[in-house]
């Protein structure tokens, strides 16, 4: 069974700055052997989105609403994948998690509540 520990979250302004790390253990020996890993976020009444996407190879994507703002990256000797978060919005509050891209459901953790105050 694979865990996904999501951290970093936090209350922070509009205009200010986070830091999302997701830490991977368990069956799995690397994240490497896992394609693509992604971060999604759900907002209270919304559906869970992905946002940002990166593969095996450092390839990455991005929703227009964060793109310039967000970036993606993996380190797949620590096993982890982080999301920097900059220049925030309100419309960006929302509980963020990460999982493998497709996802599985039996993979989803707890996420990290991201507040940012207008």
């Known amino acids: 069974q694979v865990q996904l520990v999501e951290s970093g979250g936090g209350l922070v302004q509009a205009g200010g700055s986070l830091r999302l790390s997701c830490a991977a253990s368990?069956?799995?020996?690397?994240?490497?052997?896992?394609?693509?890993m992604g971060w999604y976020r759900q907002a209270p009444g919304k559906q869970r989105d992905l946002v940002a996407a990166?593969?095996?190879?450092?390839?990455?994507n991005y929703v227009d609403s964060v793109k310039g703002r967000f970036t993606i990256s993996r380190d797949n000797a620590k096993n982890t994948v982080d999301l920097q978060m900059n220049t925030l919005k309100p419309e960006d509050t929302a509980v963020y998690y990460c999982?493998?891209?497709?996802?599985?459901?039996?993979?989803w953790g707890q996420g990290t509540q991201v507040t940012v105050s207008s």
């Open positions: 990166i593969t095996r190879d450092g390839t990455t």
């Open positions: 999982n493998t891209i497709p996802s599985f459901r039996s993979y």
């Open positions: 368990g069956s799995i020996s690397s994240i490497d052997s896992i394609n693509a």
